[in-house]
T-cell receptor
Framework: DTAVSQTPKYLVTQMGNDKSIKCEQN?????MYWYKQDSKKFLKIMFS???????INETVPNRFSPKSPDKAHLNLHINSLELGDSAVYFC??????????????FGEGSWLTVV | DAKTTQPTSMDCAEGRAANLPCNHS???????VYWYRQIHSQGPQYIIH???NNETNEMASLIITEDRKSSTLILPHATLRDTAVYYC????????????FGTGTRLQVFP
C-alpha cells in the first residue's frame, strides 16, 4: 500500500546510456514531482507535473525529460547519461500543488550511479 | 539560496524533548513553514506545517513566533528512530513556485 513508489531502487549504468526511472502514486494527487539529491545531500526540485502539464522546469539539462502517461504516473527519462548525473532521485506527489499549503509525499528514492 | 537557517547538528537524549530551531527572517505573509525529515537512505517525510498559529500533530509540535521570523519544531519524547536530518522549508516565491530544501539539522538521538 505504498503511497509513492518508484523503480528501480538502485541503478548502475555506463556513461552515454539512456535510462528511465518509473514513479507511481496511489494517493489520487494532482501534482507529481521529481527531485534530485546530490552527494552533498542537497535536495533540489527538477520538475513538477499538474494534470499532465509541466508547470515547473528547473534549470536541468534537456537530457532529462519527465513523461506522464496518466495522473498517477510520472516517469523520468535520462538520455546520454553523464558521471555528474549520479545522485538519488526522488519522486513525490501532492494534492493541488504546494501553494495551497498541502504537503508533499516522497517516494523512497532511486540511487543512480553512472560509471 | 535557502531562505532558512538551521543549526548543522544537534544531539538529544532518548526520551527527552528535541527542540529544533529555524530562522526565516525574510518570510512573506503568505508563505508557510514546513518541516520534513529524512532518515538515512529513505525519502523525505512530512512532519508538520503552519502559517502563523502553533500546530500540533501526532508526530510533533510547531511553534512559530509572533513575528513569524523563526520557528521551533518540538519532538516531545525523542526516540532513537527520530535520528534524521530535519529540514525547515518556506516557500520561496509565489510565481515561480520554487521549493528549496536547505542543509537541514542532523539530529542524533542517543540512548
Amino acid at each position: 500500500d505504498t503511497a509513492v513508489s518508484q523503480t528501480p531502487k538502485y541503478l548502475v549504468t555506463q556513461m552515454g546510456n539512456d535510462k528511465s526511472i518509473k514513479c507511481e502514486q496511489n494517493l489520487g494527487h494532482d501534482t507529481m514531482y521529481w527531485y534530485k539529491q546530490d552527494s552533498k545531500k542537497f535536495l533540489k526540485i527538477m520538475f513538477s507535473y499538474n494534470n499532465k502539464e509541466l508547470i515547473i522546469n528547473e534549470t536541468v539539462p534537456n537530457r532529462f525529460s519527465p513523461k506522464s502517461p496518466d495522473k498517477a504516473h510520472l516517469n523520468l527519462h535520462i538520455n546520454s547519461l553523464e558521471l555528474g548525473d549520479s545522485a538519488v532521485y526522488f519522486c513525490a506527489s501532492s494534492q493541488d500543488g504546494w501553494d495551497l499549503g498541502n504537503t508533499i509525499y516522497f517516494g523512497e528514492g532511486s540511487w543512480l550511479t553512472v560509471v | 539560496d535557502a531562505k532558512t537557517t538551521q543549526p548543522t547538528s544537534m544531539d538529544c537524549a532518548e526520551g527527552r524533548a528535541a527542540n529544533l530551531p529555524c530562522n526565516h527572517s525574510t518570510i512573506s505573509g503568505n508563505e508557510y513553514v514546513y518541516w520534513y525529515r529524512q532518515i538515512h537512505s529513505q525519502g523525505p517525510q512530512y512532519i508538520i506545517h503552519g502559517l502563523k498559529n502553533n500546530e500540533t500533530n501526532e508526530m510533533a509540535s510547531l511553534i512559530i513566533t509572533e513575528d513569524r521570523k523563526s520557528s521551533t519544531l518540538i519532538l516531545p519524547h525523542a526516540t532513537l528512530r527520530d535520528t534524521a536530518v530535519y529540514y525547515c522549508i518556506v516557500r520561496v516565491a509565489w510565481d515561480t513556485d520554487k521549493l528549496i530544501f536547505g542543509t537541514g539539522t542532523r539530529l542524533q538521538v542517543f540512548p
